[in-house]
């Protein structure tokens, strides 16, 4: 009992099983939102359909393995006090499969930012921070191997401080970046503002609340050998997935749409199929043209400004579509 007296086994596992308690319950809610993804949108991107699999794949493995180790732990070596001391490889799954899969999701908004903003700088940024977190969470799993036991996590503190500093960083950054951009770039029509508002909140909702959780992971792994970072954890990669999807799915809300009337009425509503499985935003703005009459010949002239507005329904346009993928 010598080593339960230095290792209470309630100290480790008891964070670690509800930290799987989170993880499955964010996996269902995961299987939904793929569900409704391929469900809804069929005619997506090949490429994107296929990444939405993978990430849906990897997803299914952390939980699987994160299962595994609770079961070993507390079912099959209960009372085996060497073996609830130490953690094994099913364990370091854990903090791989996390910075995998968080990366994944991270160049997915990187490839975003790079659509709205064309700023390549931003990008290399975004892709830096993904790949650090990444190589971080891999570099952990690796030293779990030559430091099993759970009360010496902390020998290898700075690669784990690299691994979820540098995903909480790149969260920071990824929802700055879109929020600043689709900030500058609203419109000035109230339905169409709305919209982007709505994108907005959705952005920091789930872009910080990945960083929040990393950030508490640090900070429990650093104050303490108890094991409560676990807790944190365990869910982290469901926070991911689920941050992307919500994100994806979220276009069945909004739809932007430029109609132009020749008339000159003016318009500026939004509907919705209130009926409907896929409820949807429907903007209809309204375009102006300033036009000249020459006194002498009665010519119209149509104004430059017909093209500046063209092009600013084009930017518009670009902001909610690319936004939306």
């Known amino acids: 009992m010598a080593v339960l007296q230095r290792f209470p086994f309630h100290h480790r596992h008891g964070p670690s099983l509800i930290g799987l308690f989170f993880n499955i319950l964010l996996y269902g809610i995961m299987i939904t939102q793929t569900f409704l993804y391929f469900h809804a949108f069929p005619n997506d991107r090949r490429w994107i359909k296929l990444f939405v699999s993978v990430l849906f794949l990897a997803d299914t493995v952390n939980s699987i393995f994160d299962c595994v180790f609770i079961y070993q732990a507390v079912i099959i070596h209960f009372g085996d006090d060497d073996f609830v001391a130490n953690a094994n490889w099913v364990f370091a799954t854990d903090p791989a499969m996390t910075g995998i899969i968080a990366a994944m999701v991270q160049l997915f908004f990187a490839w975003r930012i790079?659509?709205?903003?064309?700023?390549?700088?931003?990008?290399?940024?975004?892709?830096?921070?993904?790949?650090?977190?990444?190589?971080?969470?891999?570099?952990?799993?690796?030293?779990?191997?030559?430091?099993?036991?759970?009360?010496?996590?902390?020998?290898?503190?700075?690669?784990?401080?690299v691994w979820l500093i540098g995903n909480a960083i790149c969260d920071i950054i990824i929802t700055s970046v879109l929020t600043w951009h689709l900030r500058r770039h609203r419109t000035g029509f109230p339905a169409t503002d709305d919209i982007v508002n709505k994108i907005i909140r959705l952005t920091v909702q789930t872009g910080m609340l990945t960083c929040i959780v990393a950030l508490f992971d640090t900070v429990f792994f650093v104050a303490s050998s108890s094991g409560i970072h676990i807790g944190f954890n365990f869910p982290l990669s469901k926070l991911y997935t689920n941050s992307l999807m919500s994100t994806l799915n979220s276009r069945t809300g909004w739809k932007y749409n430029r109609t132009t009337e020749p008339s000159g009425e003016e318009s500026g509503a939004v509907s919705g199929?209130?009926?409907?499985?896929?409820?949807?935003?429907?903007?209809?703005?309204?375009?102006?043209?300033?036009?000249?009459?020459?006194?002498?010949?009665?010519?119209?002239?149509?104004?430059?400004?017909?093209v500046d507005h063209s092009t600013y329904h084009q930017e518009r346009q670009k902001d909610v579509s690319s936004f939306a993928v």
């Open 114 to 161: 790079k659509i709205l903003t064309g700023n390549n700088y931003l990008v290399g940024i975004v892709i830096v921070a993904a790949i650090t977190g990444m190589f971080g969470g891999l570099g952990t799993a690796v030293a779990i191997k030559f430091v099993p036991k759970f009360i010496e996590f902390q020998r290898f503190e700075p690669v784990v401080i």
């Open 273 to 306: 199929n209130r009926g409907g499985r896929n409820r949807k935003v429907f903007v209809t703005v309204e375009s102006h043209q300033m036009v000249d009459m020459d006194n002498k010949t009665g010519a119209i002239t149509e104004a430059e400004d017909d």
